[in-house]
């Protein structure tokens, strides 16, 4: 797999055993940003009532993000980062399920370890936000 642009100064690259590596440019040198496996399962789960009314969204992270916290934040929460927390899963994934209004689109991004923010590899899109880099869109 090519390098390719993931936002604004970063890149993926293929790992070992099938890992996509997020690389961040600061200042010219390269550091891990986060890791996120190359699966075919989503780490989005969208679960509609029967009216479609609601949606009951399951966000995730794999366990490769090595984080010890992880807050989910946006449109839905006035962008608070800290009042949706993901629980930690026994295998160190992290999930959060919240009901969401159909009908519309929803940017909100991953807060790991209070200060790493991170967009969704599982969103259905991105917009650009006003920080000059993005953010994950969730439609519903």
Not at 112 to 120: A, C, K, L, V
Request: glycine share 6%; net charge positive; aromatic share 12%.
């Amino acid at each position: 797999m090519p390098n390719s642009a993931c936002s604004a100064h970063r890149f993926h690259t293929p790992g070992p055993d099938g890992v996509r590596i997020c690389w961040q440019q600061a200042h010219a040198s390269f550091f891990t940003s986060a890791v996120f496996p190359l699966r075919k399962a989503r780490y989005m789960i969208k679960n509609y009532t029967k009216n479609r009314n609601s949606c009951q969204v399951t966000f995730q992270l794999p366990p490769e993000v090595h984080a010890d916290s992880v807050y989910l934040t946006g449109d839905f929460n006035g962008w608070d980062k800290h009042s949706l927390p993901m629980k930690r899963n026994d295998d160190g994934s992290f999930s959060l399920t919240l009901s969401l209004k159909p009908g519309y689109e929803y940017d909100y991004r991953f807060v790991i370890d209070g200060s790493r923010w991170e967009n969704d590899s599982a969103a259905d899109g991105s917009h650009p936000n006003p920080f000059g880099t993005s953010n994950s869109v969730v439609k519903v």
